[in-house]
């Protein structure tokens, strides 16, 4: 009621109001009880966004001190309190000790989480992740000196991705009944929401989910969002490599901007680079993909893209010709090679580009479990296409017959160096339940077939991993709830077992798409294929024609696989790329938008 009264232009009178419930609490419940403790925070908070932060500081550390005599010391409250008297002294002008407040707060959020975290479905991860993203963006807009800046990349090292840290080690119990379970229970779901079950229905179905992850948290000690040293991630970085870390926050004006952590190699050292309002950067960014994505004028592509360039990379003056990304926000569907730099160039002839989800991510690849041969899909048989009767579900994917020719030509390359065995499924036989079956403990997986994403209003609510994925044989046919529905969703690759498996190509439409939460990434197949346990992942961020993909696999798969070692997906990638870019501008048109769509994530080492 004070928060509406507030809004309503009647400050004073919300004040007043929980001032009355603080007196009444503390009179009936004493001065330090835990209810008092939260109605002092609420009274404080109001006189902070009523412009009385001064007035608010004596109140809001009577609430933490009694949060600290009565609650866990690793207590979420306890890191709320210290945010805003973090908040409101920044607001009378005491920096150092709204810096000091914001580190407290930091520090105790981040131990919140590892404690919460084991008892936890991957759901309620994301929304504890979500609740407490605010205290971040204080943060990190409090600390904006210079000297600071390792200091805060260091708190977003380890914020940023830790749920999929979390969860990823969750897998190590996965011949558990409890994993197999739930395993089926997530393909069921995924298939339902897809199939357009009643909520009620799905709810239950969710309810039943989210027990059994907590179950299965708590059996494998639930994954750990544990404090990460930045020196071990530099260690793990190429010698040569510049890390340029976006990050997304919101600032106390409520105005959303970017900001940029560049890492230097070997020395680590850390430049913060403020980069201005999400909204022009993000304008700017959807004008150029829009362009990219309808392969239009190349000209005009180029010059929507120019002024991205002048608002996400020239500001970063980084002078390497390797540089490891790691986006945040919309910048996940950025097309970062195709970037212009200087007169008729493109950011991809200038230096080597890796991408990663995670600063973390380049830690987590120890010893691999042992994997052989190959898996390659394609020319699928989806079924006669049909009418749509559900806008949210697609039921018209079209022959993809330039997968054929591609589904040779890697064959080929794959078979000329020797290496072991490839399965090969097309037509029919590439069903949804034969490929997931298949691509257990292989070294490479390729499926060139349709992506899917729907962001539709109807299914507004559900599990974003149930709302992308892969098509597959049958998929255009009518199907029951709990039958092969051609559709392999992200929610079902999540819960395959890919660990060791060195490179997965999707050779599909909007692959890398996904609903982005900010600083825990890109919830879809990108999220999934990593979660499961792949290394490496060729994406692709709008559809292209199945011909000109067709030519750059060809390439893809002949420069990575000439030597007897094999290259990293990154450096064979943007050859590839950079041979098409060649020919088109041979052609007359340099056509990023037939290029620049493939995207590597992950790990940028090479295989034997």
Known sequence: RAALLQELGQAEQGIALVRRVVEARSAALGPTHPDTAMAQYNLGVHLIDDGRSA?????????????????PSWHHMIGRSHGAIGRASMAVGDLEHGRQSYRASVRLTLTFISEVMPYLSEREA??????????????IEAMDQPELAAEVWGSMVTW??????????????????????????????????????????????????EAMERDLAQLTDGGSWNEVDIAEVCAALPVDATLVDYVRYQRVSGEHHYVAFVVAPTSCAVRRVELGPATDIESALTGWRSSLAGHRNTIAADRRGARVTELIWTPLAVDARRVIIIPDGALASAPFAALPVGAERYLIEDVHLGLLESATDALRWGDPAEVSGALFVGDVDYGAPRSQTDPCIQSDFSALPGTLSELNAVQTHWAHRRRPGATILEGTGASEAAVAQAMTGRFVVHLATHGFFSGCAARKGADPMTLSGLAFAGANEEHGFDEDDGLLTAAEVGALDLRGTRLVVLSACETGLGEVQISQGVLGLRRAFFEAGAHTLVMSLWSVADQPTAGLMDDFYRIMLRRRRVLPASEALRSAQ???????RRAGDPAPSDWAAFVVSGDWRGAP
Request: charged share 25%; aromatic share 2%.
């Open 55 to 71: 007035e608010a500081i004596p109140i809001l550390e009577a609430s933490l001190a009694s949060r600290i005599e009565r609650l």
């Open 160 to 209: 940023k991705g830790g749920v999929a840290r979390a969860l990823e080690q969750r897998p190590a119990a996965r011949s558990d009944p409890t994993a197999v379970a739930l395993s089926d229970l997530r393909r069921s779901i995924a298939r339902q929401t897809l199939a357009g079950a009643a909520p009620e229905i799905l709810a239950a179905l969710v309810a039943k989910r």
């Open 126 to 139: 994301l929304a504890q992740a979500a609740d407490t993203q605010l205290l971040l963006d204080r943060y």
């Open 578 to 584: 950079l041979n098409l870019l060649e020919r088109g």
